[in-house]
Nanobody
Framework: VVHLVESGGGSVQAGGSLKLSCTASSYAYNNGCIGWFRQAPGKEREGVAG???????TYADFAKGRFTIYRDNGRAALYLQMNDLQPEDTAMYYC??????????????????????WGQGTQVTVSS
């Protein structure tokens, strides 16, 4: 089991930026998919961005051009830089990892049920 801890959430106005961080308890997460997910009230959890090893990242359509996922393997850390935030980005953001080969076929953006290790989440609130 990999323990993940997110930080960096907060409240910003539309157009603002936030950088989320996720630290892992072990380097085991380097061997599979790791990504960011989010869940807004009343909605299902959805993939935001995912990355596998040293391969290029995959982004949900709403994240393309605004969000950047990157990792620091030396520190077992994962980041999500979010720019031009909009009210519809308001959600709880989670870091998650999995060794599932099925998740790799989805570009590490899902399926949510394939992810075995989750952080506690960090809240992002964007006001208009």
């Amino acid at each position: 089991v990999v323990h993940l801890v997110e930080s960096g959430g907060g409240s910003v106005q539309a157009g603002g930026s936030l950088k989320l961080s996720c630290t892992a308890s072990s380097y085991a997460y380097n061997n599979g998919c790791i990504g960011w997910f989010r869940q807004a009230p009343g909605k299902e959890r959805e993939g935001v961005a995912g990355i596998l090893g040293r391969e290029s990242a995959t982004y949900a359509d709403f994240a393309k051009g605004r969000f950047t996922i990157y990792r620091d393997n030396g520190r077992a850390a994962l980041y999500l830089q979010m720019n031009d935030l909009q009210p519809e980005d308001t959600a709880m953001y989670y870091c998650a990892s999995t060794g599932s080969t099925l998740a790799r076929g989805f570009g590490c953006l899902g399926p949510v049920k394939e992810y075995t290790d989750w952080g506690q989440g960090t809240q992002v609130t964007v006001s208009s």
